[in-house]
């Protein structure tokens, strides 16, 4: 059981490029988000989904998207890169809501992250 | 709209000595509160916990918080602190609605002196 994995650990890229970061989690998640992490700004909502084929904005959406075709993935695209958008990038995933409506562990569990410089 | 307060961004303790974390939430809905630990160069980590129940939580490597409702905190402790406590440290609270979305504070990294 790896949990949440994360590719790459370090990109660079120049302004004007694209590129996918990817995450996968084996756990059978529902739920997936994306965050990004700023020095002392903690970790910001970019996307987050509920389910496959379902996606929706979070905090900071501006420059990015992605899709959820399977449980498993939920890929983040970043289509013209700009300085603003060095930061590092996490993956996190957690079970749905249970019959509670309040989700049965409600923990996310986190990828090891991806550092991405835009040069 | 729920959020999360943590006072300053750095507090240095010697090792052996109280750790002690601030959070306070707004929340207007009884909130599910979480800690959450940063070592370097790693991903987020769960410590503990609140969601029902006992107010004092007790979480992994001799961590714990207590819910506060009156004072709208959780504040994070341990007795003694260790070199290996060294980290970041994010408070988060969990978002209405059925999207299980956690809102963080913006941290504090801890450091330990021998």
């Known amino acids: 059981n790896a949990g949440v994995t994360q590719t790459p650990k370090f990109r660079i890229l120049k302004i004007g490029q694209s590129m996918t970061l990817q995450c996968t989690q084996d756990?059978?998640?529902?739920?997936m988000y994306w965050y990004r992490q700023d020095p002392g700004m903690g970790l910001k909502l970019i996307y987050y989904?509920?389910?496959?084929?379902?996606?929706d904005k979070g905090e900071v959406p501006n420059g990015y998207n992605v899709s959820r075709s399977t449980t498993e993935d939920f890929p983040l695209r970043l289509e013209l890169a700009a300085p603003s958008q060095t930061s590092v990038y996490f993956c996190?995933?957690?079970?749905?809501?249970?019959?509670?409506?309040?989700?049965?562990?409600?923990?996310?569990?986190f990828g090891p992250g991806t550092r991405l410089t835009v040069l | 709209a729920q959020s999360v307060t943590q006072l300053g961004s750095h507090v240095s303790v010697s090792e052996g000595a109280l750790v002690l974390l601030r959070c306070n939430y707004s929340?207007?809905?009884?909130?599910?509160l979480f800690w959450y630990v940063q070592y370097p160069n790693q991903g987020l980590q769960l410590l503990l916990k609140?969601?029902?129940?006992?107010?004092l939580v007790k979480g992994i490597n001799g961590f714990e918080a207590e819910f506060k409702k009156s004072e709208t905190s959780f504040h994070l402790t341990k007795p003694s602190a260790h070199m290996s406590d060294a980290a970041e440290y994010f408070c988060?609270?969990?978002?209405?609605?059925?999207?299980?979305?956690?809102?963080f504070g913006k941290g504090m990294k801890l450091t330990v002196n021998p």
């Open positions: 609140y969601t029902t129940g006992a107010t």
């Open positions: 929340s207007s809905v009884p909130p599910y």
């Open positions: 756990m059978n998640h529902n739920y």
């Open positions: 989904s509920v389910g496959a084929g379902i996606t």
């Open positions: 988060a609270v969990l978002t209405q609605g059925g999207s299980e979305k956690l809102v």
């Open positions: 996190a995933s957690s079970p749905a809501a249970g019959t509670s409506g309040r989700g049965r562990s409600n923990e996310q569990f």
